[in-house]
């Protein structure tokens, strides 16, 4: 599921920037900012980075979804489980190219306000399984943002981060489809 929904809509804000900006190049690229051995993951500069940060169960639905209370513990009755996730775009530009990297970063910005809910009427390419991906902006302090670069191992780069509300896995739809990867930066 997140292996459809990150690389869809990340193609659709590749559409948008290549439109609002009148380039041909892909900026986005989803990826990791630094390898699992410290070396810089991304193979060229001035792109925007999406990352995820973060799944979250999100536990406000559970008591009606399934999961119920007896004997002492939480029973499971193979119901849905429903997740945030939390994701980040950075500005990875070269030093002389900062305002374009704060360009960038506003160009996802603008796309996000314009365009919050993703699901199957204005995004094709989501599987069945996805029913609706809300994106809301998250401001995170700067102790946050030290803490995520820091656990990256990657020096501060301008950054937007945004919870995408709500993902539902059912255990039900265990298959699901592998969308293809060409036209979102990745390799």
């Known amino acids: ?62 008591a009606t979804s399934g999961t119920y209370y007896s004997g002492g513990s939480y029973l499971s009755g193979g119901a849905n489980l429903h997740v945030n996730l939390t994701v980040m775009f950075s500005a990875y530009f070269s030093g002389k190219n900062y305002i374009e990297a704060l360009k960038f970063l506003s160009g996802v910005i603008y796309f996000f306000q314009s365009k919050p809910v993703f699901d199957s009427s ?23 943002l030290n803490s995520i670069f820091s656990m990256m191992g990657a020096k501060y780069m301008p950054t937007v981060v945004y919870r995408i509300r709500m993902l539902t896995f059912s255990s039900d739809q265990v298959m699901d489809t592998v969308p293809s990867l060409s036209g979102i930066g990745i390799n």
């Not at 380039?23 to 925007?48: F, M, P, W, Y």
């Not at 999406?50 to 999100?58: K, P, T």
């Not at 390419?125 to 991906?133: C, E, P, Q, R, V």
């Open 1 to 62: 599921m997140i292996h459809n929904l990150l690389p869809v809509v990340g193609a659709e804000l590749n559409d948008y920037l290549k439109t609002k900006f009148d380039i041909s190049e892909d900026r986005l690229v989803l990826s990791n900012l630094i390898n699992q051995d410290g070396t810089v993951a991304v193979d060229e500069s001035n792109k925007v980075v999406c990352s995820l940060l973060n799944i979250q169960e999100e536990t406000t639905l559970k």
């Open 122 to 144: 204005n995004t094709p390419g989501l599987t069945s399984n996805i029913d609706k991906a809300c994106f809301d902006l998250i401001t995170l302090s700067y102790d946050e």
